[in-house]
């Protein structure tokens, strides 16, 4: 008889010990925690997925949070200061931030004062109206200031859904792709899940990230189910970002 049910497998299932590159733990700085009760509680669910490493990824956006080397540093240490001992002693944090393509940016990056994820892996991210207009000269710039480009979450930004191919023009520029995990469900709406599938499938997606601003999403994250071809594709890509960005 043939078999017609494929096995599944739940997400939290593949990531032991994962390292996320994108979450928004840091209390009090952005749309994520709110305060350091809520970013104790955020890391212990964290926690409980699988993760053991976090690079916090506060945004860096002029009109709506204007963080600094400063207010991310001091959110940064209010959280160390309050993080129980019994806790922290089982994980590894680091601050790094989450920076919007604006004309703020390219004033940090002319000054080379980022916060990058590891070494000069810098995340970015774009409106999700409509790209900058100088997108790929500011990859451009960003590559011969010594950074590597890190795009959040591309499959959410349906100015390219009905255009593919553009995919494929920023990986030949040199972005590297990372995917949140929750895409892989309806959490942001089909379009979204089906570009997410979409990228995963032509092998243009080469990082991992929870993008975790809340316990519903955690919630969510817990119970993604995926099938074993599915799995294992996600597997890879959570080796992957655990063997660039592990501080250990």
């Known amino acids: 008889m043939l078999q017609i049910f494929s096995k599944k497998q739940f997400l939290k299932d593949l990531m032991e010990d994962f390292v996320d590159i994108h979450n928004h733990i840091l209390p009090g700085i952005d749309d994520g925690a709110k305060n350091v009760k809520e970013s104790i509680d955020l890391i212990n669910k964290l926690k409980d997925l699988g993760v053991k490493q976090f690079i916090t990824t506060p945004h860096i956006m002029q009109d709506f949070y204007p963080n600094t080397d400063e207010t991310i540093g001091n959110a940064y240490e209010l959280l160390l200061e309050n993080l129980p001992k019994k806790l922290q002693s089982g994980i590894t944090l680091n601050p790094a931030a989450e920076y919007m393509l604006d004309s703020n940016f390219e004033k940090l990056l002319n000054e080379g004062d980022l916060f990058t994820l590891k070494g000069n892996y810098v995340l970015v991210e774009m409106s999700y109206f409509q790209p900058p207009i100088n997108l790929e000269l500011l990859i451009f710039k960003i590559k011969t200031k010594g950074f590597k480009p890190v795009l959040a979450h591309p499959e959410r930004y349906s100015f390219y859904h009905q255009n593919l191919d553009y995919y494929d023009k920023l990986k030949q520029l040199g972005c590297f792709f990372q995917l949140n995990l929750l895409s892989l469900s309806d959490h942001y709406g089909k379009s979204v899940e089906k570009t997410a599938n979409y990228l995963i499938e032509k092998e243009l997606i080469d990082f991992v990230g929870t993008d975790a601003h809340n316990t519903t999403h955690i919630e969510k994250l817990s ?23 592990s501080v250990i």
């Open 223 to 245: 119970n993604l189910v995926f099938d074993k071809k599915t799995s294992e594709k996600i597997s890879y890509l959570i080796e992957n970002t655990n063997t660039i960005f």
